[in-house]
């Protein structure tokens, strides 16, 4: 193989330090934004990511960044976020991470289902299609993607009722 290309140093570089944090490293890129670069890290866990993980990483990854000397000299804003719902399912853990989301899958024979995730292993995953349970492996799948799904909403009766402020009886002391 040639020299990796700068992607491949970074994601060599950041993977152990996002792992550190208990996320997993799932991209990054960089791309020109007037006279910075902006570099786009995109991690990702189990049970989802939250504002402090994006926090702690954030940090831990700029510190790396400064040690190493990965990004240069140049000027670059450091952007740290989790996959949309939209990203595509590639890998058996976005499969795991989107149990019981309702997923459109395509096979390799070129015809795609959909279902709801009931469960993943190793090797596959179980979708309940219209009721019935079907068993693909991840061999046989190019890639999924999560569908929206729009709740009813007309189910709760919780409609968010103000309490509204009664207490204050404008007495200034």
């Known amino acids: 193989m040639g020299s990796a290309t700068p992607r491949d ?21 960089v791309t020109p934004a007037g006279k910075r670069r902006l570099l786009r890290v ?10 402090d993980d994006v926090a702690e990483v954030s940090l831990a990854v700029s510190a790396a960044l400064d040690a ?9 804003v ?40 009931v469960a993943t292993d190793e090797t596959g995953v179980e979708l309940d299609v219209e009721g019935v349970s079907r068993r ?7 890639r999924g993607r999560v569908q929206v799904e729009f709740r009813r909403f007309d189910e709760t009766d919780d409609d968010g009722e103000d ?11």
């Open 78 to 117: 450091l952007e740290v976020s989790s996959p949309g719902v939209d990203r595509p399912l590639t890998e058996p853990r976005h499969w795991r991470r989107a149990t019981k989301r309702l997923v459109k899958a395509d096979l390799r024979d070129g015809t795609s289902l959909e279902g709801r995730i």
């Open 9 to 29: 140093r970074l994601m060599k570089l950041l993977e152990p330090v996002v792992a550190a944090e208990g996320l997993d490293l799932e991209d990054v890129t």
């Open 136 to 142: 693909v492996d991840y061999q046989d799948l190019t």
């Open 42 to 51: 995109v991690v990702d866990r189990d049970g989802g990511v939250s504002l």
């Open 68 to 76: 190493d000397d990965a990004m240069g000299a140049a000027p670059y």
């Open 163 to 173: 309490a509204g402020d009664d207490g204050d009886d404008g007495d200034e002391g």
